[in-house]
């Protein structure tokens, strides 16, 4: 993108880099907010982008951490999306390039008009609002670097058993954090869980939960229990999103075996809702659900926040515990590439992030995020209806 640049912010530190130029339309007084995850972990918290797409200005962000060799899948979600009718204004996101160790892998603009919206109060599908990247790095780690810290939530274990059902959940915190049960078959698995990781945020936290469930196929229910709202539309039973507790389930599978069927799903009020999932044959499997509509990447190590609690198996929750002990692994499934010594890098895609927009506004397809949910072709919204 042509037209200035400004100061480069730096977030974190270690021997890559991931180098973002970023512009937005801003809207109602409020720029634009992103955030980046790396193999389904974020990196530092929420950026705020103040350079004007239409005044052609471009703002840098350094992503710095100690990525390692192989394939990584960079994900730029887009949190505070707006568009409400009869208010002016369009708040927009612009990924205007990216490269990674100084390598360049694009230099074209990706909008993303949108933020995460889910079935079913999405009638479009899924809607992940991000831009999607993909990397090969082929550098060493310099030997005793640290693990990358990461702000998303470390995975919780429940329950005790020779499966493991593993749940990807995430959440709309409002005055609190949401809290769901799990049933397997009818019979509820540990106690209430919380999940802390934000939707909008491009997050979901892993809750594997074990049991011995057998094998064939299983009714997986999940309960939202604490649904809260502060505000509504006058006149109306529909909520302020930006005062309204939600549930996210991103995804599950079961020992290993193939992601269930419609999910992502959101739990707008307090209920539960089921789903069919068939056991693999891995009882030991990690997280096998892709974090963000595509596969995650190399191995490489987390640190998790020391404010990030676990769970342990019968369900409580604990907090402050040292940031070693949260430590988890991403794993890649994405085939193995054989590198030369120099590093390759490949074209991005996107997910959900390049709906047509010949009004240079979040037209088509799109939703509003942060006052409202927009419905398809900038009509009605749809919004979270409660009774």
Same mark, same amino acid.
């Given at each position: 993108?042509?037209?200035? *640049?400004?100061?480069?912010?730096?977030? !974190? %530190? +270690?021997? #890559?880099?991931?180098? $973002? /130029? &970023?512009?937005e339309?801003?809207a109602?007084?409020?720029?634009?907010?992103?955030?980046?995850?790396?193999?389904?972990q974020?990196?530092?918290?929420v950026?705020?982008?103040?350079?004007?797409?239409?005044?052609?200005?471009?703002?840098?962000?350094?992503?710095a951490?100690n990525?390692?060799?192989?394939?990584?899948?960079?994900?730029?979600t887009?949190?505070?999306?707006?568009?409400?009718?009869?208010?002016?204004?369009?708040?927009?996101?612009?990924?205007d390039?990216?490269?990674?160790?100084?390598?360049?892998?694009?230099?074209?603009?990706?909008?993303?008009?949108?933020?995460?919206f889910?079935p079913?109060?999405?009638?479009?599908?899924?809607?992940?609002?991000?831009?999607?990247?993909?990397?090969?790095?082929?550098?060493?780690?310099?030997d005793?670097?640290?693990?990358?810290?990461?702000? *998303?939530?470390?995975?919780?274990?429940? !329950? %005790? +058993?020779? #499966?493991?059902?593993? $749940? /990807? &959940?995430?959440?709309?915190?409002y005055?609190?954090?949401?809290?769901?049960?799990?049933?397997?078959?009818?019979?509820?698995?540990?106690?209430?869980?919380?999940?802390?990781?934000d939707?909008?945020?491009?997050?979901?936290?892993?809750?594997?939960?074990?049991?011995?469930?057998?094998?064939?196929?299983?009714?997986?229910?999940?309960?939202?229990?604490?649904?809260?709202?502060?505000?509504?539309?006058?006149?109306?039973?529909?909520?302020?999103?930006?005062?309204?507790?939600?549930?996210?389930?991103?995804?599950?599978?079961?020992?290993?075996?193939?992601?269930?069927?419609?999910?992502?799903?959101?739990?707008?009020?307090?209920?539960?809702?089921?789903?069919?999932?068939?056991?693999?044959?891995?009882?030991?499997?990690?997280?096998?659900?892709?974090?963000?509509?595509?596969?995650?990447?190399?191995?490489?190590?987390?640190?998790?926040?020391? %404010?990030?609690?676990?769970?342990?198996a019968?369900?409580?929750?604990?907090?402050g515990?040292?940031?070693?002990?949260?430590?988890?692994?991403?794993?890649?499934?994405?085939?193995?590439?054989?590198s030369?010594?120099?590093?390759?890098?490949?074209?991005?895609?996107?997910?959900?992030?390049?709906?047509?927009?010949?009004?240079?506004?979040?037209?088509?397809?799109?939703?509003?995020?942060?006052?409202?949910?927009?419905?398809a072709?900038?009509?009605?919204?749809?919004?979270?209806?409660?009774?």
């Amino acid at each position: 993108m042509s037209g200035s *640049t400004t100061n480069n912010t730096v977030i !974190g %530190s +270690g021997s #890559d880099n991931i180098t $973002l /130029n &970023m512009s937005e339309d801003q809207a109602v007084g409020t720029d634009a907010q992103f955030t980046v995850n790396v193999d389904g972990q974020q990196i530092g918290g929420v950026q705020t982008v103040t350079a004007s797409h239409a005044a052609g200005q471009d703002q840098s962000f350094t992503f710095a951490g100690n990525y390692a060799p192989g394939a990584h899948t960079i994900a730029v979600t887009f949190t505070n999306n707006f568009i409400y009718p009869g208010v002016a204004g369009d708040r927009n996101l612009f990924v205007d390039g990216l490269s990674y160790d100084g390598q360049t892998i694009s230099n074209s603009t990706t909008p993303i008009y949108e933020s995460p919206f889910f079935p079913p109060n999405s009638t479009e599908g899924n809607v992940y609002g991000n831009a999607i990247y993909t990397v090969n790095d082929t550098t060493a780690v310099p030997d005793n670097a640290p693990s990358t810290p990461t702000t *998303t939530p470390g995975a919780v274990s429940v !329950g %005790s +058993g020779a #499966d493991t059902l593993v $749940l /990807n &959940m995430a959440e709309n915190p409002y005055l609190g954090d949401a809290q769901f049960t799990v049933s397997v078959d009818g019979q509820q698995i540990g106690g209430t869980q919380t999940t802390t990781a934000d939707v909008a945020q491009g997050q979901q936290q892993e809750f594997d939960v074990h049991g011995s469930f057998g094998s064939g196929n299983h009714t997986v229910s999940v309960a939202f229990v604490n649904d809260k709202i502060g505000d509504f539309y006058p006149g109306t039973q529909l909520a302020v999103d930006t005062t309204d507790r939600n549930l996210y389930v991103m995804g599950m599978s079961l020992d290993g075996g193939a992601p269930a069927s419609n999910t992502p799903w959101e739990l707008a009020s307090d209920g539960s809702n089921s789903w069919s999932v068939t056991a693999g044959s891995n009882p030991t499997a990690g997280d096998t659900i892709p974090a963000s509509g595509s596969g995650s990447g190399s191995s490489m190590s987390f640190v998790a926040s020391a %404010s990030t609690p676990t769970t342990a198996a019968g369900g409580s929750t604990t907090t402050g515990l040292p940031a070693v002990a949260n430590t988890t692994s991403v794993t890649d499934t994405t085939p193995t590439v054989t590198s030369p010594t120099t590093q390759d890098f490949s074209a991005p895609t996107t997910t959900a992030s390049t709906v047509p927009d010949s009004a240079g506004s979040s037209g088509g397809s799109n939703h509003s995020w942060w006052i409202s949910h927009q419905s398809a072709n900038d009509q009605a919204p749809a919004w979270h209806q409660h009774a």
